[in-house]
């Protein structure tokens, strides 16, 4: 039995080490939070790895409703830049679901498409900085600069091609019997699709859309090329906040940091399982 | 061309096909063809939104390939795109070896499993933008990395981080290693876990040891999900910018300018827009040339 056992502690004490490691940056972050202003710079002996007293003033602060004296109301509270996170991610997810599964059904079903599942994949593979210029281009000619429908649309472009591979790995794998049946019975093809198999797809529709959304809800470098003011995002307005006074304000930096990773954290364990087939485009099947 | 007679399902199949797939079609012209025609356009000029002309009239600067060559002795284009591949190069193999060999702890069955498993999995789902943030706390001078390393060797420490050429790009490549080791974990773990148990049993009860059937059978039978793992690893690290920027904006200097951060720079600070076009479309055809290649070669295999 001893000959088992070693293995296991050291098991243990490496994965113990690795959740250390994952775990401290999360966790300052949440730490800095709740820290007061007096704390939020503090080195050497007076550097606490929990707020020695914890104060809910940072999130008041960003949603202006702050009562220190230190922190002066800003220009604008992160109400609007968290509706404009959520407007765009959301409907960028509606964009890319929709078109994305109605071109895997397409291709996984009736072999239609030539080389959209290629082109799909380069898309992925291209930096969108090498094509953002025409695309900054495009949305000041068509009016969609700065707006939250602008950056929905292109976060529906830029996860078409997650939305596209994730349904047609499922498409590929359901059954084809049962369509086969109502085929015979009479429906029509498009019946089949809506009445049929949709219904049977739900569930990996959803994780997939979920998946989409926290990789649109992620999104920092588009926002910032594409929104100056009215609709700029939760991340590209963390990064603009600093006042001359303190500088960066770490703690409210924080604390829009924290309400910003808590979505996707929550949905992504929710999701676990898809994970892989997501990020892979399906080329691994779990 | 002579097709096969069509029974009436088979051509209703293949309308309601071509109209399903229409829509992202529009949107790939949209965004991929409509885009690469007007920087090839903008990139032959010598054209900025400053000038106030439209991009239609760009060709009134027209300078044919001046851009390209300019490009070729642009030191400092070289630079951040030598710095891409330093950080493509240090952080994969890191990646790769720190997720393989989690994933092998992960294999078997023990206590804790999916609580640790789950705990493993956030970093890569924080927003890049906001983990950038994170390590840029962390990595101040009186911040907590230099408590913990004043704590273990006992000497007050605290470095700059951050103002530091070489040590802020070291800094970008831990925090890319902290966020994105999980996803070589995921993706090699879904692949161990697909090898089939009965050839392991058969290969201890024949007295291989655990290096043995790691090498001859877990390996070989992996070898396809390294290779998409490195490759994903790969072009992602080729476009890092969220992370990256939060935390230096490419400072100090130039010391952390990646491929991506230099073309942000340019287009914005200097507004040099078929400049940047020029850049930007040389990236693009060459990526899209290794990848076209890359694809071929695993077809053939």
Redesign the interface.
């Known amino acids: 039995m001893t000959a088992r056992l070693w293995p296991e502690i050291g098991r243990y004490v490496l994965i113990f080490a690795a959740l250390a490691i994952t775990l401290v940056p999360t966790l300052w972050m949440v730490s800095m939070a709740f820290k007061p202003i007096s704390e939020w710079t503090a080195s050497g002996e007076a550097l606490t790895w929990w707020p020695k007293e914890p104060t809910l003033d940072n999130f008041r602060f960003i949603f202006g409703t702050s009562s220190s004296e230190l922190l002066v109301a800003l220009e604008k509270t992160a109400w609007r830049p968290i509706l404009a996170s959520l407007l765009s991610a959301t409907f960028g997810t509606i964009i890319a679901m929709l078109c994305g599964t109605a071109a895997a059904y397409a291709v996984s079903r009736f072999r239609v498409g030539g080389n959209l599942p290629l082109s799909l994949i380069q898309l992925r593979i291209f930096p969108p900085m090498a094509v953002l210029i025409p695309v900054m281009i495009m949305w000041t000619f068509l009016d969609l600069t700065d707006t939250w429908w602008g950056l929905a649309l292109i976060y529906g472009i830029v996860t078409l091609p997650f939305s596209f591979w994730l349904m047609k790995t499922f498409f590929d794998e359901m059954p084809r019997e049962i369509e086969e049946a109502a085929l015979v019975e009479g429906c029509s093809r498009l019946r089949v699709f809506l009445k049929i198999t949709f219904p049977m797809m739900l569930a990996p529709f959803a994780s997939s859309a979920l998946f989409v959304f926290i990789l649109n809800w992620s999104d920092y470098l588009i926002a910032l090329l594409l929104t100056t003011k009215d609709w700029v995002t939760i991340p590209v307005y963390m990064a603009s906040l600093s006042s001359s006074m303190t500088g960066q304000l770490y703690g409210a930096k924080a604390a829009l940091g924290l309400i910003a990773a808590l979505p996707p954290v929550i949905l992504g364990i929710a999701i676990q399982r898809y994970l892989v087939r997501g990020l892979t485009f399906g080329a691994l099947k779990q | 061309m002579a097709a096969a007679p069509e029974s009436p ?1 088979d051509a ?3 309308r ?6 229409l ?3 529009i ?2 012209v ?3 063809v ?3 025609l ?2 090839l356009y ?1 990139s032959m000029t010598d054209w900025s939104p400053l000038y106030g002309e439209s ?1 239609i009239d760009a060709w009134r600067s027209w300078n044919g390939f001046a851009n390209y060559v300019d490009v070729m002795s642009d030191s400092r284009f070289w630079s951040a795109l030598w710095r891409t591949l330093l950080v493509i190069l240090v952080c994969v193999p890191a990646q790769f070896l720190l997720g393989l ?2 994933a092998i ?1 992960f294999v078997d069955e ?1 206590r804790g499993k999916r609580l ?1 498993y ?14 950038g ?3 840029f ?2 990595f ?5 990395i ?2 913990i390393l004043s704590a273990l060797t006992g000497t ?1 420490v ?1 470095t700059a981080w951050l103002s530091d050429p070489t040590l802020a790009l070291i800094a970008v490549m831990i925090a890319d290693i ?1 966020q994105w080791t ?2 070589m974990f ?2 090699l773990l ?2 161990l ?1 697909g090898v089939p148990e009965d050839q392991l049993k058969a290969a201890t009860l024949l007295g291989a040891s655990w290096w043995q059937r790691f090498t001859t059978i877990m390996l070989p039978r992996i070898r ?2 390294i290779v ?2 490195l490759v ?1 690893r790969t ?1 992602e690290i ?2 890092i ?2 992370n990256l ?2 935390m230096t904006g490419g400072g100090p200097g130039v010391a952390t300018e990646t ?2 951060v230099y ?2 720079k340019v ?2 600070q200097n507004l040099e ?1 078929s400049y ?2 020029t850049i ?2 040389i ?2 055809v060459s ?2 040339v290794i ?1 076209a290649f890359g ?1 071929k070669l695993m077809e053939r295999r």
Do not use: C, H
């Not at chain 2, 309601?16 to 797939?21: I, P, Y």
């Not at chain 2, 789950?118 to 983990?131: C, D, E, K, N, T």
């Not at chain 2, 101040?140 to 907590?144: A, D, E, L």
């Open positions: 399902l209703e199949g293949r309601l096909g071509t109209w399903m797939a829509p992202t079609q949107l790939l949209f965004i991929v409509f885009p690469l007007m920087q903008i991009w060999g989690l702890l023990f640790f789950s705990i493993l999995l956030i970093p890569m789902m924080v927003v890049p933008a906001v983990a943030y994170m390590f706390m962390l101040q001078s009186g911040g907590p230099n408590d007050r605290s902290w999980p996803l995921l993706i879904a692949g876990i396809t999900v998409i793992a994903i072009v080729f476009k910018f969220d920027y939060i491929i991506s073309i942000y287009t914005l827009w940047v076009a930007a479309l990236i693009l990526l899209s990848t694809l």
